[in-house]
């Protein structure tokens, strides 16, 4: 197994792609940094955090972006949100089968202040730009960082959202929460609860991604690829119509479980009789239990949302 959570942004882009047909959009040779970074006398990356390209899933022409987690928490400034801007522009120009972002991401990067938030607002605006174009975006989250902030929501705009059991996903990481309410709402030192909270089993149960995997690079590749594949043969483009099934859908959430405090409670409000055995799961016996305990999961799952 080549474990997804430990490699880095071009470890995991190759791997995810078909063997030797990445081809990097401004690679670090080019020096493109972050002039904010600079004057503040911070370091720099020469790639500012992101890498670009095209390359071939499973013989079909897509582009991807892998943000580095290494780097600033792979947090969003202005050089690294205009690399995200330009790659998905180019593919509605360029027509390709697919874009798939691998996040890892804190947000934005409070060093770069309102560039950073209106990066994260036009990477936004070009996904749904993406999508009315009929191509389809997918997101795959299993880096040690999680998803957070503005780039949690830009995730939550795409098709397709496939995690690990270690990824996580959220508007608002523990230690904000914490910060905000105090250690009695949320303890960010809670490891557990933490995961429980954001981390990939939950987001599934809920509905917030379509898939999960192990943490493996290839099976988030195989993943990745059955996305476009389901998302190729039906509408990609968001409309009012699948915006009102999300509100629904939220507004129901809250009804059933916003009483709950604790996801073991809401899992077992779904339907799970043993919701202590979750976090124990292999990925591929977490599915099962789902598809067998949770009312939702009953039906085939259409896969794109």
Known sequence: MSSYLEANARERIHGLLDDRSFEEFLPPSERIVSPHLAQLDAPVAFDDGVVIGQGLLHGERVFAAAQEGGFM?????????????????????????????????????????NAGLIAVSEVMRAVLETRAAEIPVIVLIGGSNGCFGGMGIVARCANF????????????????????????????????????????????LLGDCQAIVADDIAAFRQAAADAMHACLQQEVALTLAEMDAEHTMLAARLQDFGAQSEPMEIWRCMGIDNPQAVPMLEATEFVELARHSVPHFAAPQPGVR
């Open 73 to 113: 928490g792979g947090a969003v400034g202005e050089v690294h949100g205009a690399k995200l801007v330009g790659l998905l522009q180019r593919a509605i120009a360029e027509n390709v089968s697919a874009v798939i972002l691998l996040l890892e991401t804190g947000g934005v990067r409070l060093h770069e202040a």
């Open 161 to 204: 959202i496939v995690m690990s059991e270690e990824g996580r996903l959220a508007m608002s990481g523990p230690e904000v929460i914490e910060t905000a309410n105090g250690v009695e709402e949320f303890d960010s030192r809670d490891r557990a609860l933490v995961w429980r909270t954001s981390g990939g089993k939950h987001r599934y």
